[in-house]
């Protein structure tokens, strides 16, 4: 697998004890990719070997930037990572401001790019840095535990199920700052999940894992909409696309251009040229050879079928595309006896009337 200055590149194979990891894929050097897989399937160890924390045989480089090969291994104080673990590991004898800037030193000789000031107010910590971490919510402690590690200036940033010790209203607390890392600053993130509502909010690569291997390696919604992945066999499967919100209506409802096509969304909060998140479940599609004339439903958007896959006896799922040139995948999850009725075939052009849209995430 060849370098190159805008790709992280991992490809290990080792034992340890009784497991094997073979594992080779190339992630982008911008945004969040997310090791997705069930327990025990590798995310973790991939982490530690990319930090330099374990030993496996194989190449990892960084851009151009070659940490491990069979000739060399950069030990890991000579890595320039952020490692953010699943419980945040403050000092407790340390204040918010003194556990922020202790990753200084380690950062001697760096271009200090990643400000204090600016690291605060990304993760809206301004009002806790005189405090102690036993004062602190567990989604507080876990900003500060990613501000640590930003400030250490790292050219990647590592993050080991970040919101798995988080209750539900922690985790909604926090994942707004995660977006926020993702729009304002360029480091790579690499990010270890089984929560698949944490991929499609935050990811935009998706490295797919199962018994120590790499099962599949694509931008997001490619992966999500692949029919040879188990996405799809969930009862609340969806795509999720990339859009830019074009208008806010009076009456709250926001226009968002994706792909060329206009889909309408609740616009609480959203302003015009934001880029956000369109996420459409599957069953939330129905499809029509024509358009309707009158319906509740507001998204009744031109799409051309990909292709049919059978679910079990009675339904089917239907991969459309939004665009002409095949990109924008998702899916309608409707009965066998529709297809049959409709008799849908792949390449007809039809109708998907979306009956409602969410927002995965803003930017």
Known sequence: MQTSAQSIMVNLEGRLGSFMLDVAFQAPMRG??????????????????????RHIPGAIAIGTDVW??????????????????QEPSLFPHLSVRRNL?????????SSGAIRFDDVVDL?????????DPAHLSG???????????????????????????????????????????????SIP??????DIAEVERLADHLVVLKDGRVVHASPLNEALTDPNLPFGRSRDFAAVLAGTVTRVDPDGLAAIDVF??????????????????????????????DRATQS???????????????????????????????SAHFVARVSRRSVASLDLRADDRVVAQIKSVSLAATR
């Open 32 to 53: 969040i990719t997310a090791l997705f897989g069930p327990s025990g399937c590798g995310k973790t160890t991939i982490l530690r070997s990319v930090a330099g924390l």
């Open 68 to 85: 491990q090969n069979s000739r060399s291994f950069r030990p890991p104080h000579e890595r320039p990572v952020g490692y953010v673990f």
């Open 101 to 109: 800037v202790y990753g200084r030193d380690r950062a001697a000789g």
């Open 123 to 131: 993760l809206g910590l301004s009002h806790l840095v005189d405090r």
């Open 139 to 185: 989604g507080e402690r876990q900003r500060v535990s990613i501000g640590r590690a930003l400030l250490s200036q790292p050219r990647l940033l590592l993050m080991d199920e970040p919101l798995s010790a988080l209750d539900r209203m922690a985790k909604d607390e926090i994942l707004p700052y995660f977006e926020a890392l993702h729009a304002n600053l």
């Open 189 to 194: 993130v690499l990010l270890v999940t089984h």
């Open 260 to 289: 060329g096509t206009e889909i309408l969304a609740i616009g609480d909060g959203l302003d015009v040229n934001q880029t956000v998140r369109v996420r459409i479940v599957a069953s939330d599609v129905s499809l029509a050879r």
């Open 296 to 326: 509740s439903i507001l998204n009744l958007v031109p799409a051309r079928i990909v292709g049919i896959d059978p679910m079990g006896a009675a339904e089917a799922n239907v991969r459309l595309s939004l665009a002409t040139d095949g």
